[in-house]
């Protein structure tokens, strides 16, 4: 006897175990079950999908079984097939997801760290002007090159503190000759009092 039974499970198109649950029916029936399971579909949905369930007799089955299985088994197939592929991009976009933060909080610690950098390169140049260190300020003002968006305002900066450079210097020595002079006259206060006791002997 030749069924030809399997060449037409073989040609059904689908993705997964097909399972056939068959049991005797009164009356001579049959009742058949068919589910179709796909291992590699991770959604737990696909458990939600019912079995297709018949009940009819042996010579019904043999007229119509594969006409009647063929197009919801496919349809099923497609079904998880799509689930496991959605599963798939929404893993994928949640790595990407993941990269995408993680890559914005590192360039985050990055541009916070840069602008640290920027404001104590600042606050040294300020403190040491304070100091009256024009030179060294300009030192410690940060490069041109290490802050390229913030060229203006350094260059500016420099430029104040290299203009102090010449003028300071002027003024760096009078300062400095100016407590030699009030020395000089601490001096020569004490001597006209030496005097003055002599001239009382």
């Given amino acids: 006897m030749n069924t030809h039974f399997f060449n037409q499970v073989a040609q059904l198109d689908f993705t997964g175990v097909l399972q056939l649950h068959i049991s005797k029916g009164a009356e001579n029936n049959l009742i058949v079950s068919v589910m179709l399971n796909n291992e590699q579909c991770g959604d737990n949905a696909k458990n939600l999908i019912p079995p297709l369930t018949f009940n009819a007799t042996p010579q019904e089955f043999d007229e119509g079984f594969f006409q009647q299985i063929t197009a919801p088994i496919q349809k099923v197939s497609g079904l998880m097939v799509d689930m496991e592929k959605f599963l798939k991009q929404l893993e994928e976009v949640k790595k990407q997801s993941v990269?995408?933060?993680?890559?914005?909080?590192?360039?985050?610690?990055?541009?916070?760290?840069?602008?640290?950098?920027?404001?104590?390169?600042?606050?040294?140049?300020?403190?040491?002007?304070?100091?009256?260190?024009?030179?060294?300020?300009?030192?410690?003002?940060?490069?041109?090159?290490?802050?390229?968006?913030?060229?203006?305002?350094?260059?500016?900066?420099?430029?104040?503190?290299?203009?102090?450079?010449?003028?300071?210097?002027?003024?760096?020595?009078m300062e400095e000759e100016k407590p030699e002079p009030q020395q000089m006259e601490e001096v020569t206060v004490d001597y006209p009092t030496d005097e003055t006791h002599e001239e009382e002997q």
């Fill in 99 to 173: 990269m995408e933060k993680e890559k914005g909080d590192k360039q985050k610690k990055e541009q916070e760290a840069k602008d640290k950098k920027f404001k104590d390169g600042m606050a040294k140049a300020d403190e040491l002007e304070k100091e009256g260190k024009f030179r060294e300020a300009w030192m410690k003002t940060p490069s041109v090159t290490e802050f390229p968006e913030k060229a203006d305002e350094i260059r500016k900066r420099q430029t104040e503190l290299s203009n102090k450079f010449g003028t300071p210097s002027l003024f760096g020595a």
